[in-house]
C-alpha cells in the first residue's frame, strides 16, 4: 500500500509531467496521461487526502510551468535570489488550492458509478480552473486546454473554448482509467465507446464558422532590446533611431511594433520623432500601429498601442486586463512592488476595445497579457459591422527570459484562433514574433532573440464561432452551471 506522503510526491511529479505536454514539448498525451495519474490517487481518497493529492499536483504542474517569473522578479526587478525564489513558490501553492478544493469535492461526491463519476471529476476540474481563470483578476496560464493546440481535442475549440477542452480531457482521462484499472464494475465497452468517442466528434467532422474577408500585409517588428538595457537613458537614443530605421525600412501596408516599444511616454516624446516615423508611411497610404504608454502622473499612465493612418484621426487603445504586481498593484502589496523596482508598476486601465481600421481590414489589439482572456475581447470578434477580421497581439516576453514563456505565450495566440476562426498576428520585442491563421497553424516565425521584421500577408475572417456566440451573449456562465449540475446531481445520486 502506498503511504500519503509517496501518494503527494507522485501526484507533485505528475503535475510536473503535465506540464511537458504544452510548448514547446507540445506532447498532448501527456495532458491526459496526468490528470489520469492524479484521478488514480483520488479516487478512493477522503476529501481531506484528496486535498493533498491535488494540492501537491497543481504545485507541481504550475512552478514548473511558471520558475520563469523568478527571472523578472531576481534579474530584472532586483529583487534577493531568496525571496524571488521563494515568491515563485508561494504564488504556485496559492494557486494550486483551486486543484486542491476541486479534488476534494470530487472525493466527497463521488458515487462509485463509472459515468457519473467521470463527469463529477470533469466538472470538478472545470471548476478549478474557472475559478483560477477568474477569481481576484485571474492567473490561467497554462490553463489544460491549451496542452491540446494540436491533437483530436483543438477541434472542440470553436464549441466550448480552451476551458470546455480542458473539461474534456479531464473526462476522457477519467474515463480511460476507470475501464483500465483491473478489477473495473460494471464496465460496457459501449459506454466506454461512446464516453470515449463523442467529444471527438468535431475532429471527425471539423466546420468552418468564419469566411475570408481580404488580405492585409503586416510588417511585424522584433526589436530584440534587452530587458536591462531597454530602460538606460544612456542608450535610449540609440534603440529609438534604430526602432526609427526600422520602421522605415518595413513594407507591410501596416506596420506594427511590440509592446512599450518605446520608452518613455507618449506626452514626453519630441513632435518631431513621432512625424519622422509617421509621415513616411502616410506618404506611402500605409499605417503603424506603435506599443507606448498615454497619461501623465496625474491620471496614470496606461499600457496603449497608438494607430496612426493617413487622412484618420490618430487610434488608441490601452491595456484593460492588467497583470497583478507587474502592471497594477493589488492591496496590501505595495511594498512588495516597490522591492522589484518596476517601471511604471501601478498603471490605469484602459477603455476603448474599437478595431483599427486599415485597408478594409479591422484589427483588433491584444497587449501582452491579454492574450489570456478571450473572454474579455470576445465582444470584437462575434458578428457585426465592427467586428475585427485580425487579431494583433503586442507584447514584451523580454521581462522573463527566453526559454519556455515564449513558447506558451505563442500557444496562447492559437487557441485564441482556433476559438474564433481568425488569425493571429505577434510583434514582440524578443521572441514569438509571428503570424497564426485561423485554424491555429503557426504560418511564419521569427527566429529568438534576433532584430528582424517578419513581413507576411495576413488574410481577415467574418463571421462567428459557436463559442463566440454563447461567450458573447452569456460569458463563462454556461460553464459555471454545467459543472455545478454535475456536482448537485452526483450528490444526490451519492445520498440515494
Known sequence: MIR???????????????????????????????????????????????????????????????????ISMHEFGGMPAPLAAAGVVLLCAALSLYVAAGMALFAWRRTGRALADAALFSACWLLAELARAQWLTGFPWIAAGYAHSDGPLAALAPWVGV??????????????????RPGAAGRSPVALGVALVL?????????????????????????????DLKFDPERMAGHM?????????ARGQLVVTPESVLPVPREQLDPAFWASMTDPLHAQQRALLLGTFLGNETVGYVNSVVGAAAGEPEYTYGKRHLLPFGEFVPPGFRWFVDLMQIPLGDQARGRSEAPFRVAGQAVRPLICYENLFGEDMVASVSTGPEAATVLVNVSN??????????????????????????????????????????????????PALTRATLEVT???????????????????????????????????????
Open 163 to 180: 476551458y470546455g477542452m480542458g473539461a474534456v480531457a479531464a473526462w476522457l482521462a477519467f474515463t480511460a482509467l476507470q475501464w483500465l
Open 4 to 70: 500519503p506522503p509517496r501518494r503527494a510526491a507522485r501526484a507533485l511529479a505528475a503535475g510536473g509531467l503535465h506540464t511537458a505536454a504544452f510548448a514547446p514539448l507540445g506532447a498532448w498525451p501527456l495532458q491526459l496521461a496526468a490528470v489520469a495519474l492524479l484521478a488514480w490517487l483520488v479516487r478512493a481518497a477522503r476529501p481531506a487526502e484528496a486535498a493533498w493529492h491535488g494540492a501537491a499536483f497543481g504545485t507541481g504542474w504550475l512552478l514548473s510551468g511558471l520558475w520563469w517569473l523568478y
Open 241 to 249: 533611431q534604430a526602432l526609427q530605421a526600422q520602421v522605415r525600412d
Open 458 to 496: 495576413v488574410q481577415g475572417r467574418r463571421g462567428a464561432t459557436p463559442y463566440a456566440r454563447w461567450l458573447a451573449a452569456a460569458g463563462l456562465w454556461p460553464l459555471w452551471a454545467l459543472a455545478a449540475v454535475c456536482v448537485l446531481v452526483a450528490g444526490r445520486r451519492r445520498t440515494r
Open 199 to 227: 467529444p471527438l466528434a468535431p475532429w471527425l467532422a471539423p466546420r468552418e464558422f468564419t469566411a475570408p474577408a481580404g488580405t492585409l500585409t503586416l510588417s511585424l517588428l522584433q526589436p530584440n532590446v534587452a530587458q
Open 397 to 446: 516576453l523580454a521581462w522573463f527570459g527566453e526559454r519556455l514563456v515564449q513558447d506558451q505565450d505563442l500557444q496562447f495566440s492559437r487557441l485564441r484562433a482556433l476559438e474564433f476562426q481568425r488569425p493571429v498576428a505577434r510583434a514582440t520585442n524578443t521572441g514569438s514574433t509571428a503570424l497564426v491563421d485561423h485554424t491555429g497553424r503557426v504560418a511564419a516565425r521569427l
